[in-house]
């Protein structure tokens, strides 16, 4: 039912934002539809957009139930595959996901950590919230369907336990990495209390192993109890809320 629920999602939503530098802030709005592959579609950025290519993953067999068969991928580790030296990861982390967003990767990987500093301007890591089922959201200021999300983004960081919901903004509402008081901001207008709002930049965003594969605004990125990184989707408030169901029921 998800599956064509997301299906219909893609369909229904033909608008997008796509790069360009030629504006401000480097995207456009522009009509999908004039595309005329799917690698152009793909390169366009709406609630639900042609998902990025898979990069493979690594890591554990989703498919095997025995403890025995699901390696761990060992201790956090410094000097892995982060932006900054100085986080710990685990060894042999990845953010590579299936292309698909209602396919789960063959492989389970812990996801690669960040250091980012919050509303309160505290430094945060993603790692900080391991044990809980972790729901990062991707956004940016100027994207009209992430400001709809972000209304409800404390609704559903307090409707269950042993759950995050880390929002992560890439740009500001001029295109610029977003600083703390641009956090503060954004919380305070959504009336986001405790969930916490990151800032972040367009150097995590990307196809490297340690970076998030983002193509539209929002992405939403999936990580289980056990700290594997489960799969993306785009925006649907019942969509979103069954993944989390999912998770935390397992």
Partial sequence: MRKIILIFITVLFTNGCAHDQSTDHGFKYVDTQENDSAEDASSGDSPVDTPPKDTGGSGVDSDSDSDSDQEDSGS????????????????????????LPWEEPAYLSKP????????????VELYDFEGDVILIDFSTMWCVVCRTVAGHAQGLH????NFTLLTVLIENADGDPPTVDNLQEWSDAYGITTAPVLAGSNSIIGSDID???????????????????????????DLVAGYVEDLLAE
């Fill in 76 to 99: 956090p580790d410094t000097g892995g595959d982060t932006a900054d030296d100085s986080v710990v990861s685990y060894e042999d982390c990845s953010n590579s996901l299936p292309a």
């Fill in 112 to 123: 690669c950590n960040f250091r980012l500093l919050d509303q309160d301007g505290s430094e």
């Fill in 158 to 161: 307090d409707q269950y336990g």
């Fill in 211 to 237: 970076q998030w594969s983002v193509s539209a605004w929002p992405t939403f990125f999936l990580v289980d109890k056990d700290f594997y990184l489960r799969r993306f989707t785009y925006w649907n408030e």
